[in-house]
């Protein structure tokens, strides 16, 4: 789990993952009052144990908007 402290546009060669799996988005505020986006993902459908959180992404306010402004822009 990590909350975000930086976000660039990456080189590397990458391509798309095959197995889906579901996510939820919560809001908590850290210890300084900073309001975070909290999302996770859970395991595939193929686990063989019941759904538990796999990874764990935060991000503030100015991360969350940098964000949603990638995420106009591409899409």
Same mark, same amino acid.
């Given at each position: ?5 930086? +976000?660039?546009?990456?080189? =590397?060669?990458? $391509?798309?993952?095959?197995?889906? *799996?579901?996510?939820?988005? &919560? ?11 909290? +999302?996770?993902?859970?395991? =595939?459908?193929? $686990?063989?144990?019941?759904?538990? *959180?796999?990874?764990?992404? &935060? ?17």
């Amino acid at each position: 789990m990590a909350v975000i402290r930086s +976000l660039k546009l990456g080189v =590397s060669s990458v $391509r798309e993952h095959q197995t889906e *799996v579901d996510a939820t988005y &919560q809001f908590v505020d850290s210890h300084d009052g900073t309001r975070l986006l909290h +999302l996770a993902t859970y395991g =595939s459908d193929s $686990r063989k144990s019941e759904p538990k *959180v796999s990874q764990v992404i &935060q991000l503030d306010r100015q991360f969350a908007l940098e964000l949603a402004a990638i995420i106009a822009r591409e899409f």
